[in-house]
Each structure stands twice: as structure tokens, then as C-alpha cells.
């Protein structure tokens, strides 16, 4: 049996091919462009499979997290107004997953902040303490002493790092990766 012609990759679609991976495929969105790793030896008819594939796992992960990303700038909101109210509204607030050495970041020239999809397991406490981290970012960038300070206006600023280094260490991150 013939296989189908390919189909054409979307023109946001970076496809990786590497010779080390044997096996398995993966996909990850990098701003609006979606980023496909896969193995060197699959033809052209497997690309346009994996590729079409991997494209509706992603929408059906984005669809999943839209509610949580609402609730997350929302909770994000809440903590500032409490813990930090001089830090200016977040523009976005939302779970990335390509983030695996970082509990979060921010860009604080869009105000933007991306937390790691790692974090939805853990308690609430600790997501909140991440927000608050990202957030002081939004006026102090550096990790200097006034940021410092802005982080630990939250009440389990201690308890929410030990908890973080803890797992930092078993998963054999470095300290500084949040």
C-alpha cells in the first residue's frame, strides 16, 4: 500500500531533525512559531503526520490551559493588590511547558510572565510564591536586595524556597534557575 503524498508543513513550523533522537517526537511553541523535534530518519510522509500530529496536541494543551491561564492572571491580580500594589497590572500571566530549568520568568518591557506547567502539581502556596517572585520583577529586574524585599512582603517566602530548593536538588537544578 503507497503512503498518502505529504501534506504541506504550515510556514510557522520549524522542524528539527536530529540524528540522536531514535524514537520520540516533540513539539513546543516558541513565541508564535511551534518547534518539532523528531528523529533524521523519517520520510517525508512521517514528517507531515508527526507534524499534524504534534500540532493538535498543542491546541488541545492550549485549549486545556486557557481557563487555567485566566485563573493564573487572576490569582497573579489578587496577590499583587495584597502583597505588592505598586507593581504595574501584568500584561499576560500564563503556564508555559518548554520551561524545565525555570520555575518562571518575566519580561518585564511587555510584562509578561510565563510560569512552568512543573508548578501545577505543587501546592498553591508555592505557585503564589512564584507569581510574587515574577512579579517584583516587574519593578525591580535584578535580583539585588529591594527585590529581594519586594518577594519576601509574601508571608511564605521562606517555607515556599526551602520547598523549591528541595525539589531544585532532587531533580538536579541549579539554585539560581527560578
Not at 498518502?4 to 508564535?32: F, H, L, M, N, Q
Not at 490551559?65 to 501584568?90: I, M, N, Q, T
Not at 529591594?146 to 515556599?160: G, I, M, Q, T, Y
Request: aromatic share 6%; hydrophobic share 40%; glycine share 2%.
Amino acid at each position: 500500500m503507497a503512503e498518502s503524498p505529504p501534506r504541506s508543513i504550515p510556514p510557522y513550523v520549524d522542524i528539527r531533525r536530529s540524528k540522536r533522537r531514535k524514537r520520540t517526537v516533540s513539539a513546543y511553541r516558541d513565541g508564535e512559531r511551534v518547534v518539532v523535534l523528531m528523529p533524521d530518519r523519517l520520510s517525508a510522509v512521517e514528517e507531515a503526520r508527526w507534524v499534524e500530529t504534534m500540532l493538535q496536541r498543542l491546541e488541545k494543551q492550549r485549549s486545556r490551559s486557557r481557563v487555567s491561564d485566566e485563573k493564573l492572571l487572576a490569582r497573579a491580580h489578587e496577590l499583587a493588590c495584597r502583597h505588592l500594589p505598586e507593581v504595574p497590572e501584568p500584561a499576560s500571566v500564563r503556564w508555559v511547558s518548554n520551561q524545565n530549568r525555570r520555575w518562571g520568568s518575566c519580561t518585564p518591557a511587555d510584562r509578561s510572565i510565563r510560569l512552568s506547567s512543573r508548578l501545577q502539581s505543587m501546592p498553591a502556596w508555592v505557585v503564589d510564591y512564584v507569581l510574587i517572585h515574577e512579579l517584583a520583577h516587574l519593578i525591580e529586574p535584578a535580583h539585588d536586595a529591594a527585590f529581594w524585599k519586594l518577594v519576601h512582603r509574601f508571608p511564605k517566602s521562606e517555607r515556599a524556597e526551602g520547598y523549591l530548593e528541595g525539589i531544585s536538588a532532587a531533580a538536579n537544578l541549579t539554585l539560581d534557575d527560578f
